[in-house]
């Protein structure tokens, strides 16, 4: 059976990719830092590992087939993303292991490109976005040296799965038990968010079609490009009453960024807010096949429901995509 370590299990993102390997049949092995997993990873065998600690990430991965790296620092922190980066790499090495990676649109900078291809050079304009061109660089390296072979799957705003602190959960859903519906932007501009089942049944895909991929590939993820006004929409269907539509008061941000850090780190990214961009893909579906897409309205019930927003007909709502 093959082994997978996914580092940063208790994270969203890597919540959910864990629980897709884990129904896809891999022996799983969920890192944390305290050793401690969510209780839907039922059949991962906890591991504690530090990303930070080097020799700890090389002994908590031993022995594993494939790392998936979902360290994510928190949005002040970012400064760790490039040492964790190494560390992955260092364990990767001694493991001779597949790393599959997430990927963003944050390499792109302001203005961004409207249509975001594999083929969109990085032009990165603020540090968030330096930082993972520097990571970027670091995989392709290790991948062009034949030391580490590296998959990179490049998403947008992450939504859905039980973890807490994307800008749904935390702007966009957190007034709605009000009737509120808050946009982060214009409400009628496109924006690439990615369903976080749909994203992590991809990565499976890739794992299961190596021998059509190479040493180094940077794939992007066409999730959902929509408006504002298209999830609020699906949200009013899923909830059956109708929210009112609130912008999210970027001036009061703005006004306190001096003072308050991460309030700085959100106003140095608002440009992803105001600029209409979407991923897409012409390889993808041709090494998985058809590319994992949850119909917005039941993935945006199944999202409410995942953070604690009953939805109308909670149960009937989860039905076959």
Known sequence: MTKIAILGANGRLGRVVAKAFIDAGYDVRAITRSGKIPAELTGATAVAGDGLDREALIRATEGVDIIFNGLNPIYTDWGKCLPMAENVMAACRA????????????????????????????????????????????????????????????????????????????????????????????????????????????????????????????????????????????????????????????????????????WRELVSMSYLRFEPHQLTSARLEGIIGTIPHTPLDKAIADALNDIGIPTAGAAGNRIAA
Do not use: C, Q
């Not at 203005?111 to 330096?130: Q, Y």
């Not at 999830?231 to 609130?246: F, Y």
């Open 95 to 262: 493991n001779d292991a597949l790393h599959l990676a997430p990927g963003s649109v944050y390499n792109y900078g302001s203005p961004m490109p409207a249509v975001i291809t594999e083929d969109t050079p990085f032009l990165p304009t603020t540090e968030k976005g330096r930082i993972r061109v520097a990571m970027e660089d670091l995989f392709r390296r290790e991948a062009e040296a034949g030391r580490v072979r590296t998959i990179l799957l490049r998403a947008g705003d992450f939504f859905g799965g039980t973890g807490t602190g994307s800008w749904f959960d935390l702007i966009v859903a957190a007034k709605m038990d009000k009737g509120v519906y808050t946009a982060p932007g214009p409400a009628n501009l496109v924006h690439e968010w990615a369903y976080l089942p749909d994203l992590a049944k991809a990565f499976v895909g890739l794992t299961e079609n190596l021998d059509k991929l190479g040493s180094y590939e940077a794939l992007n993820f066409p999730g959902h490009a929509v408006t504002d006004l298209e999830i609020k929409a699906a949200a009013e269907k899923a909830l059956g009453r109708t929210l009112k539509l609130a912008a999210m008061p970027w001036w009061v941000l703005r006004a306190g960024s001096p003072f308050v850090a991460m």
